[in-house]
């Protein structure tokens, strides 16, 4: 059965996936980047390979999303699985199902700071990053290189921020994460993913372990760890994947109209959420 750790782009996914590497598959809760490949991409091209050689076909990605899984759960292990891809039907075809997943922890962050990060990460103005935000229909896909043969270049629906995250907040046995409340109170969110976790699988948990996550996955060790060892997540080399952090304030950065566009879009969705 499959734990998706599912998150819209730039919300602390890799942060989440660090804490989470270091809680279940080490001992003493040291974290290096090497651990998070314990916890895989989906979708991947490894996953689809059998049934289609069209990575760029959302209808044929689509149509084998629950297939690819029936073949990962074939070996009846728990996995923990890293998805940007929204929780949609795509024309009768569900993202996943309950026959195939365990637990959904969902990692959000006030759209107004996603901005900043987006714009940074995909080299956008602050505009088009909007528009990023808003649309609907956005997937993720490196349509600029199409010889790009990259495991992780296959095609992902992910849609609008608002439209993800409602997508994943139904999910059975699941739970939120906000970056916000993992900024502030980084050990008492640890502790509720451990918590979590802990109904799927056994890993030892204590009070020195906590110390060595908190320690070896703060934003600060994660970027100097990057500038030292370079971080194959970083959309390219001269861009920074552990930019602003906590720094990233959208009151220091964005224009009126972009924040009224922002909240007016997202109303709903950031009252629940308590960002506004």
Known sequence: MIIWCASYP????TWIRAIIASL??????????GMLKKINLFPKRLYFKEFTNNYSDLKSISHHWIDAQQNINAEEKLKIFKTHNGNYNFFGSDFTNKKNTAGV???VRDPRNVITSVANHYQLNLEKSLDFLLDEKRFLFNTKNPNDSSEENIITLLGSWK??????????????IKYEDLLINTKSEINKLSTFLKKFTKFNVCDQKIQNI??????EKLKKMEEKEGFEEASNSTIKFFNLGPSNDWKNV??????DTIEKNFNKEMKELGYI
């Not at 279940?24 to 980047?33: A, I, K, Q």
Request: net charge positive.
């Open 10 to 13: 730039k919300s602390g996914n």
């Open 214 to 219: 908190l320690k070896t996955t703060s934003f």
């Open 254 to 259: 964005l224009g009126k109209n972009l924040i």
């Open 24 to 33: 279940v598959y080490s001992e003493d809760g040291l974290f290096n980047f």
């Open 163 to 176: 439209s993800h995250y409602n997508s994943w907040k139904i999910s059975s046995n699941s739970i939120i």
């Open 105 to 107: 922890i969902y990692v």
